[in-house]
């Protein structure tokens, strides 16, 4: 841990970098996910028959595979296939995928939460289903969603280490370039891990600052109930 001080200080625009395009990849990944998360979700709530087989099988086949090797296929599968993607798209495809099928079940499970009261309502007043969907129950699953869906950017800010086997220059893989560089990987990798977990702090200290700010008094219990 004394060598610590010592490598921030020294490397430290190294890391920043490093740090940045860790984040970056977070913010992608997690926005990606986020829009293949409610589209999966409305999918297999107000679907049919195709497509709620098609946002299950979606669902199951990446939370039931390994991210990394999720990533090795689209960087070094696609190619097999022509397709082939830089090493920063492979990531950004990779992590926002994989975030789209966690984020997707804690969204589900916010509409189910609804009620079938609120479809109603829309329907009653005139509004097609799609259009109660978007004005009413979207908006409100999003707020609901909020305290299980706060674990997913966190996770994801961790799972971006996977990304330098691939050679994306993120955190983990300048830190590896400052242990090839010094010969003290523990001293390196330690660095690596006291940002690690300063990123983490700040963004669960943030998400509880929205969950807060977003919340609903009684919401939640007049949810469970309907």
Do not use: C, H
């Not at 893989?173 to 006291?194: C, E, F, H, L, W």
């Amino acid at each position: 841990m004394s060598d610590v001080p010592e490598f921030l200080i020294r490397f430290w625009p190294i890391l920043l970098q490093g740090a940045g395009v860790t984040l970056l990849l977070t913010v992608q990944g997690l926005a990606a996910g986020l829009v293949l998360g409610m589209i999966t979700a409305l999918g297999r709530v107000y679907g049919g028959k195709t497509w709620r087989g098609l946002a299950i099988g979606y669902v199951e086949l990446f939370r039931g595979t390994p991210l990394l090797v999720q990533l090795f296929l689209i960087y070094y599968g696609l190619p097999g296939l022509g397709i082939t993607l830089s090493r920063e798209w492979s990531a950004f495809l990779a992590l926002g995928l994989n975030s789209g099928a966690y984020q997707a079940e804690y969204l589900r499970g916010s509409i189910l939460a609804i009620g079938n009261g609120q479809m109603m309502a829309g329907r009653a007043i005139g509004m097609s289903k799609w259009q109660t969907i978007r004005e009413i129950i979207v908006p409100q699953a999003l707020r609901l969603a909020i305290p299980a869906w706060a674990n997913e950017p966190v996770s994801l800010l961790k799972s971006t280490a996977v990304v330098f086997l691939i050679a994306v220059p993120e955190l983990m893989a300048q830190g590896k370039i400052i242990a090839a560089r010094t010969y003290n990987p523990i001293g390196a990798y330690m660095s690596v891990a006291v940002i690690y977990m300063f990123m983490v702090f700040v963004l669960d200290y943030g998400l509880k600052f929205l969950e807060r700010y977003v919340r609903i008094p009684g919401f939640e219990m007049e949810a469970r109930k309907a």
